[in-house]
């Protein structure tokens, strides 16, 4: 078990909710678009789709939702389950939830307040409607108890880089976070998701694709270098911290191969 070492390196936690972090966030900034992330394996759809056009509503227009799938079978099974959904399986929920959630943000029209002191009336009936879906994972009535967010929906994104979730994308987002290597990479990434963007009947320039970056910095540059050799020898000095961090994100543990490598600690060392 590898519990203790992510603990106390404060790999996976503590951290906090993005959700409630948003307005904090919007409200100390005047320009910047903010995007938490969440799961649709977990979230149930029509709480998803108020929350975030609350938030899209308070900050005029700057909070995004960014959708992933989840990976990790401790997430799964702290919500419940006792193995994660299949890989696939997991994007049929995904697009079904976005389909809903967007039906949802659609429930009321751009001109359904009226807010007419003379008749009283604030929103015109007309233009709010019950949506009455009925999916193979999700069901909701509707129509959302909140207004329509300010353009519409908010901005959406999505961060799976599989051809599922490329696919996924190509359908409904306006943007994919991708983490990628090298230029080579992030360029075939693109060209192949701007083709199925095009394949699903957008525009190609309506998709645009963030690459994740980690800049080290400094006062100057000789001192940002300076500091990046640092975080390379500590990552030299601990691969049990570099295989972690990968085990992280694959959701797949490394203690064990670990055992086997001839300068590793043995099994029970005080690195677990
Ligand atoms: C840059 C990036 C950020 C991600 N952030 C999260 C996250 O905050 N929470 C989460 O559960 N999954 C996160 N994921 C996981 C993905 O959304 C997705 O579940 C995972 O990559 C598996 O999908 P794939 O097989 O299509 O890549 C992230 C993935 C990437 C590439």
Not at 20 to 30: F, I, N, R, W
Not at 32 to 60: E, H, N, Q, W
Not at 128 to 142: P, Q, W
Request: charged share 25%; hydrophobic share 40%; proline share 7%.
């Amino acid at each position: 078990m590898v519990r203790g070492f992510y603990l106390k390196r404060a790999l996976r936690a503590p951290k906090n909710d993005p959700l409630p972090l948003v307005p904090l966030l919007t409200q100390a900034t005047k320009h910047l678009g903010i995007v938490p992330t969440i799961s649709t394996s977990f979230y149930p759809p029509y709480l998803l789709a108020r929350l975030i056009a609350t938030l899209d509503l308070m900050s005029k227009g700057r909070v995004g939702c960014n959708f992933v799938t989840s990976t990790a079978e401790r997430a799964a099974q702290n919500f419940g389950l006792d193995a994660h959904l299949d890989h696939d399986l997991r994007y049929e929920m995904a697009e079904e939830f976005v389909d809903l959630v967007e039906k949802l943000w659609s429930s009321w029209d751009a001109d359904a307040i009226v807010a007419d002191r003379d008749t009283g009336a604030f929103v015109d009936p007309a233009k709010v409607r019950a949506i009455d879906y009925k999916g193979r994972f999700f069901s909701s009535r509707g129509p959302l108890n909140t207004a329509r967010p300010p353009q519409g929906r908010p901005v959406l994104i999505q961060a799976g880089g599989s051809p599922q979730g490329r696919a996924f994308a190509a359908k409904h987002m306006d943007c994919v976070i991708a983490a990628l290597g090298t230029v080579e990479e992030m360029t075939a990434f693109r060209l192949d998701l701007r083709k199925r963007v095009a394949a699903a009947g957008r525009d190609p320039d309506s998709c645009k694709v963030f690459f994740v970056v980690t800049p080290t910095l400094g006062e100057t540059k000789e001192e940002a270098q300076e500091r990046g050799r640092r975080r390379q020898a500590q990552r030299d000095a601990s691969p049990e911290l570099a295989l972690a961090q990968m085990g992280s994100l694959t959701d797949i543990d490394f203690s064990t191969s670990m055992r086997r490598w001839p300068n590793s600690r043995p099994t029970g060392s005080k690195a677990r």
